[in-house]
């Protein structure tokens, strides 16, 4: 799984941190991985075959939560 993490302008956000959890019933599972963006806003993390929620945050911006 790969993505690009851009501020509200369209600018790449360096130093995000990326979490991918197991989906477990209504909370957070176990964290499966944990990455950050690079310069350019980019990271890549391994998804499980099982449901998991992908979570982006960064001091000052607050924190963005996606189920995939």
């Known amino acids: 799984f790969t993505g690009t993490v851009l501020d509200s302008t369209g600018a790449p956000l360096p130093g995000v ?3 991918v ?3 477990d019933g209504v ?3 176990p964290l ?3 990455t ?3 310069h350019d806003g980019r ?3 391994t998804l499980p075959s099982t449901p998991s ?4 945050s960064l001091a000052g911006f607050g924190r963005t939560t996606v189920d995939v």
């Open 27 to 29: 909370s957070r599972g």
């Open 32 to 34: 499966l991985a944990l």
């Open 17 to 19: 941190t990326i979490e």
């Open 53 to 56: 929620r992908v979570t982006a």
């Open 43 to 45: 990271f890549t993390a």
């Open 21 to 23: 959890h197991r989906l």
């Open 36 to 38: 950050h963006t690079d």
